[in-house]
């Protein structure tokens, strides 16, 4: 089977740029997609993080130090861009405009204001796909809990709770970076760099909240700089959101929380549903296992923990008696994205899509109002018709 070769450039060469060289070279683990990523250019204003690339990846052609020549470049045709939050709207929109595919970093802006200006960029090149990065909900037993949704397993919801916790930043001493920095990550804190994975299927599903009481802590004031000093930490550690859900026939409460500072979390993603008719869960703590409680009127109430087998989106060639990881779930996500840059939407293998800039817009609106009843200490209204 011949397949189509999508060309991709990376803008930011760190942690998540060598992810998405390895999901690309591990594209063989997939099985019966007609279409592969090939990386053929990068650039980073770090020359040590490019020439990873040149060492480690044989498909790069070029290297550039300035994203604009590799945006000039004739032979990229699709771009994942990994750079701090402060960067986002300007390489983005830059981007769009030069008419490539854009699979991008949450939060889609360092702010709401810089969250619009790369939406007027999309309404003006609407032939370009543009993607959010995403991955969690590729993990096997999300993926079951997205089936039961969609068929409309839990009856009417009682209750919604999604998180995303880690406790890389618990050690007070370790050293400040520009996430800890208003100017470089932005108000929202924790929430702009964590929140987007908690609210993937909540705005997939329809849950949008229409209010939010938030609870945002600083916990380590002050880290060392790297230089003998030490300095404040500007942004967010934790954050708490109570939300009231309105949809066209339901109203129910959701909590959805973000934490850089969970002791014994060390990348804990999880969603976790109350119905009247069914009940389940799932966490990447226990990766292999999702537990439902099936409800009928008058009869037991138990939980069933069940081990999930290796089976996402795309079918691989890894039987499903073994277990899924964190470096599948980001195979899982690229394939969908280029599946659907490949054959659009209503084509492609599965239905399951990447978050969209819709969805990001989304968090926008939450995070700002959450940063709203912060300043307030009162409930937040959320207006969707932004």
């Known amino acids: 089977m011949s397949r189509r070769v999508i060309r991709f450039g990376v803008i930011g060469c760190g942690l ?3 992810e998405f060289a390895s999901a690309a070279a591990r594209w063989l683990h997939l099985e019966g997609v007609e279409f592969e990523p090939r990386i053929v250019a990068v650039c980073d204003a770090n020359p040590a993080a490019s020439e990873w690339f040149q060492r480690q990846v044989p498909s790069v052609e070029r290297v550039y130090s300035d994203y604009k020549q590799l945006l000039a470049d004739p032979d990229v045709e699709a771009v994942y861009c990994a750079v701090p939050h402060n960067l986002h709207a ?4 830059d981007i769009i405009s030069a008419g490539k595919h854009l ?6 802006g360092i702010d709401k204001e810089a969250n619009e200006r790369i939406n007027e960029a999309l309404a003006a090149h609407p032939e370009v796909v543009v993607r959010c990065s995403s991955e969690f909900p590729f993990f096997p037993g999300a993926q079951q809990i997205i089936q039961w949704v969609g068929e409309g397993k839990f009856g009417r919801i009682i209750e919604v709770e999604a998180g995303f916790w880690h406790s890389s930043d618990l050690d007070p001493t370790k050293p400040i970076n520009w996430k800890r920095r208003i100017a470089t990550n932005g108000e929202y804190g924790c929430m702009g760099d964590l929140g987007m994975h908690v609210l993937h299927l909540p705005m997939r599903f329809g849950w949008k909240p229409n209010s939010v009481r938030a609870l945002l802590s600083k916990i380590v004031s ?3 700089d790297g230089k003998g000093d030490t300095v404040p930490c500007e942004t967010w550690d934790n954050a708490i959101l ?3 859900v309105k949809t066209r026939d339901q109203q129910f409460p959701m909590v959805l929380s973000t934490k850089r500072i969970a002791p014994g979390h060390a990348n804990t993603w999880f969603l976790r549903i109350q119905g ?4 389940a869960e799932y966490s990447t703590k226990n990766p292999k296992q999702v537990s439902s409680l099936p409800y009928s009127p008058g009869k037991q109430q138990a939980w069933h923990t069940v081990d999930v087998p290796y089976k996402s989106a795309y079918g691989t060639i890894t039987g499903g008696i073994f277990e899924f990881g964190f470096s599948d779930s980001i195979l899982q996500m690229w394939a969908a994205f280029c599946d659907e840059l490949v054959n659009g939407k209503a084509g492609m293998r599965q239905p399951f899509f990447c978050a969209t800039p819709e969805e990001a817009l989304g968090s926008h609106l939450l995070f700002t109002a959450a ?3 912060e300043r307030t200490g009162q409930t937040a209204a959320i207006d969707w018709r932004d």
């Open 222 to 224: 002050e880290r060392p």
């Open 242 to 244: 109570a939300c009231d």
């Open 90 to 93: 300007q390489i983005y929109v």
């Open 276 to 279: 009247t008719e069914m009940s």
């Open 16 to 18: 998540m740029g060598k």
């Open 103 to 108: 699979l991008g970093e949450k939060p889609f």
């Open 371 to 373: 940063l709203e009843s």
